[in-house]
């Protein structure tokens, strides 16, 4: 009888220990999530940039993804792992596409996905005279030193005190996201316009910005159309 109980014991723990542990991968697989509007082309995993069987980029990625692979979408030299939307994604392999979901590292889950305007139109433009895609971005707005030096900084976990000393002594302002990936704030128009007003309202909070996104050799800069703060998502600003 003694052994039932105890056995019972065991297996309510467990069960309760993996509801828990699940609980909390969900919740921080969520919270890592960015939504994101991104423009490139229709490939697989297998293949990425450049297709094994060339003079055919759709029935190779097609191939692929029968043998296993993952569709993913190529932008610039980046290439992200799509889930999710797998017959729309077949229809569109080898295309230039837009898609629109959550952003994890480099998994990429669709909402939508749908030809690019310029792919739709039959025409096509180089990279570098392609407009930028607008994305949307969630992060903190902080100081740029603190999370570049101290790698425990994160965009929910900080010391407000440490942001608003280095913002007042001129440090430049930042949107850091949950992946670690650092916004710089930069205007849509040349010559580039200071930026740091608009954003100092919103010094220590976590927002979600959109607008036209940049890269060049990791470096990441958003142009900002629209901003505002995300007042449900906690913050520990006590950090050391």
């Known amino acids: 009888m003694k052994h039932r109980v105890r056995m019972s014991l065991l297996i309510a723990c467990a069960l309760t220990l993996a509801v828990v ?13 960015t939504h994101v509007v991104l423009t490139g082309t229709i490939s697989d ?38 889930d999710g939307k797998k017959e ?11 898609v629109s979901g959550s952003l994890s ?9 749908e030809p690019a305007k310029s792919s739709a139109m039959g ?30 900084a994160t965009a929910t976990k900080f010391n407000l005190k440490c942001a608003e000393d280095c913002a ?3 440090s430049p302002l930042i949107v850091l996201t949950q992946d670690g ?14 930026q740091r007003q608009r954003l100092m309202p919103f010094l220590g909070k976590y927002v979600r910005v959109t607008g036209p996104v940049f890269e060049r050799n990791g470096t990441h800069a958003i142009a900002i159309k629209t901003i505002e703060e995300l007042k449900n998502v906690r913050l520990i600003t006590n950090a050391e």
Do not use: W
């Open 21 to 33: 542990v699940h609980g909390v991968l969900m919740a921080g697989s969520s919270a890592s999530n």
């Open 88 to 98: 729309e994604l077949e229809k569109l392999a080898g295309q230039t596409v837009t």
């Open 123 to 152: 025409t096509a433009q180089s990279t570098t005279d392609s407009p930028p895609q607008i994305a949307t971005v969630e992060g903190l707005v902080r100081d740029v030193a603190c999370p570049i030096q101290n790698k425990e």
């Open 181 to 194: 990936i650092l916004y710089t704030p930069i205007s849509e128009t040349m010559p580039d316009k200071d």
């Open 45 to 82: 995993s297998m293949c990425g940039a450049k297709h094994m069987m060339s003079g055919d980029d759709a029935k190779c990625a097609r191939s692929c993804v029968k043998g296993g692979a993952q569709y993913a979408l190529v932008v610039s030299d980046q290439v992200y792992v799509v």
């Open 105 to 113: 590292g480099s998994v990429l889950q669709v909402d939508s996905a």
């Open 168 to 170: 007042r002594l001129g």
